[in-house]
């Protein structure tokens, strides 16, 4: 679970922003926080949190900071190329320096905080440490090429002599652009393969026009579970989808794949492996090969017509409304069975806002979510979320951009707004992070 996040320098972030998911001392809904009772060390984490904003207030970019951060991680950059790093252009003094990048993250009953500070060059500085309410551990820390570990930390007792001069020789040997942690991944070193793993498989970001690899749950068709879970929910939030099915379409016949991107299939495809798999999310497809012939798994939908016949549809010839639910419906399965937190950059994109708050609801109430420890942080224009009969105070976070073009971001926790109406609040503005706009008759007059 994600703790705090900090980013400073980087697109709108001029100074150091601090986002996090720390639980206040707020007694309202007990069960929206996250805990370990039985340990000294826990920290009570929320599970939701929404970020308003006007546009261009540094909502998107809190997303985009994170989004960057995970790539250089997770694919790191290849020899003798810039870290496409985006520091902050309104202040001259700021492109000649570093942009800083820090998380904070619970993960398999221990706390991390894991940080690097770069530029278009080179890392700068890298640090782990091993953190809780009162301690904090390094486990280790870079300097440029230099790179110190703590052998007394949990993650590195008890190794040999020899496995820690390998720990210093891969040191030694980090490219200046890339990451000690991700070179450790690349050279199967397996001592910080789990705060490598939180990255890559915990942390996940959809934008408003990613496309999830429904059929990577869905594939094979053995996974009933998972296909009844499906249905399941479409039916949970009102749309009218009997059945979700998979059909095998040999590739040339599918009238789904326009022939460009066939022939790319065909020329990248992995013919070596007769179980390989290629997943094409802006098409709800996975090409796979059997007995020499390439086939393109297809996602269809059911309805019953006038007859209660089933009828079938193609997910593109629904509303867009309907596609975006069913892009999210791979997020709910996620945070219903697995850890995982999910940052979602404009949640209420084609969506009504009924269907958001009931989204919220689900997350937030059903018995079989409310067990797991996972987290959704969305961004969203949505006025009607603002609602603390749904949300907690400190769940609800502001974005706002200064004269300067600076992003700042505060939360509502510990104030006082109990009785307040936070809609008609936000909107006359005495939270600030609105859009303030020019009369229109002057402008006319300019015109």
């Given at each position: 679970m994600l703790i705090r996040f900090t980013v400073e320098n980087f697109l709108s972030f001029k100074e150091r922003i601090d986002f996090n998911m720390i639980a206040s001392p707020e007694d309202r809904f007990p069960h929206h926080i996250v805990k370990n009772e039985d340990d000294a060390e826990d920290i009570g984490l929320l599970r939701t949190s929404v970020i308003y904003g006007a546009n261009a207030s540094g909502k998107s970019n809190l997303v985009r900071s994170i989004a960057f951060a995970k790539k250089l991680i997770i694919d790191g950059v290849d020899k003798n190329k810039n870290i496409p790093v985006k520091l902050f252009k309104l202040d001259k003094a700021c492109l000649t320096q570093p942009a800083r990048f820090e998380f904070e993250f619970k993960y398999k009953n221990k706390q991390y905080a894991y940080g690097f500070i770069v530029n278009e060059a080179s890392v700068l500085e890298e640090w782990l440490f091993e953190i809780g309410v009162n301690k904090e551990i390094m486990v280790f820390e870079r300097q440029e090429q230099t790179i110190d570990f703590n052998f007394d930390a949990d993650l590195l007792t008890n190794i040999?002599?020899?496995?820690?001069?390998?720990?210093?020789?891969?040191?030694?040997?980090?490219?200046?652009?890339?990451?000690?942690?991700?070179?450790?991944?690349?050279?199967?070193?397996?001592?910080?393969?789990?705060?490598?793993?939180?990255?890559?498989?915990?942390?996940?970001?959809?934008?408003?026009?990613?496309?999830?690899?429904?059929?990577?749950?869905?594939?094979?068709?053995?996974?009933?579970?998972?296909?009844?879970?499906?249905?399941?929910?479409?039916?949970?939030?009102?749309?009218?989808?009997?059945?979700?099915?998979?059909?095998?379409?040999?590739?040339?016949?599918?009238?789904?794949?326009?022939?460009?991107?066939?022939?790319?299939v065909i020329d990248d495809f992995p013919h070596d492996?007769?179980?390989?798999?290629?997943?094409?999310?802006?098409?709800?497809?996975?090409?796979?090969?059997?007995?020499?012939?390439?086939?393109?798994?297809?996602?269809?939908?059911?309805?019953?017509?006038?007859?209660?016949?089933?009828?079938?549809?193609?997910?593109?010839?629904?509303?867009?409304?309907?596609?975006?639910?069913?892009?999210?419906?791979?997020?709910?399965?996620?945070?219903?069975?697995?850890?995982?937190?999910?940052?979602?950059?404009?949640?209420?994109?084609?969506?009504?806002?009924?269907?958001?708050?009931?989204?919220?609801?689900?997350?937030?109430?059903?018995p079989n979510i409310r067990e797991k420890p996972s987290q959704l942080i969305t961004t969203t224009h949505e006025v009607l979320l603002l609602n603390t009969a749904l949300f907690r105070k400190d769940e609800i976070w502001f974005a706002e951009k200064n004269k300067q073009g600076i992003s700042h971001f505060f939360s509502l926790a510990n104030t006082e707004i109990d009785d307040l109406d936070l809609v008609k609040g936000y909107l006359k503005g005495r939270f600030g992070a609105i859009p303030l706009f020019q009369d229109l008759n002057i402008l006319g007059k300019e015109l």
């Open positions: 040999s002599k020899d496995e820690k001069q390998r720990l210093d020789y891969e040191a030694q040997g980090t490219r200046r652009n890339l990451l000690f942690l991700t070179n450790t991944i690349e050279r199967d070193v397996d001592y910080f393969q789990n705060i490598y793993e939180w990255f890559d498989d915990k942390l996940i970001i959809i934008f408003p026009r990613t496309k999830p690899t429904l059929l990577s749950l869905l594939f094979p068709n053995e996974k009933d579970d998972i296909s009844e879970k499906f249905c399941e929910l479409l039916h949970l939030f009102d749309f009218d989808i009997e059945e979700v099915v998979t059909n095998d379409i040999e590739l040339d016949e599918s009238n789904i794949i326009p022939d460009t991107i066939k022939s790319e492996k007769e179980k390989g798999m290629m997943f094409l999310p802006q098409f709800n497809t996975a090409i796979f090969k059997k007995d020499g012939v390439l086939l393109s798994k297809e996602l269809f939908l059911y309805k019953k017509d006038n007859s209660q016949k089933n009828v079938e549809f193609e997910i593109k010839e629904e509303s867009d409304g309907t596609q975006r639910f069913i892009d999210l419906i791979p997020m709910l399965l996620q945070l219903m069975n697995q850890e995982r937190v999910f940052f979602v950059d404009e949640i209420e994109n084609s969506l009504h806002t009924l269907l958001i708050q009931k989204i919220f609801d689900y997350i937030l109430n059903a």
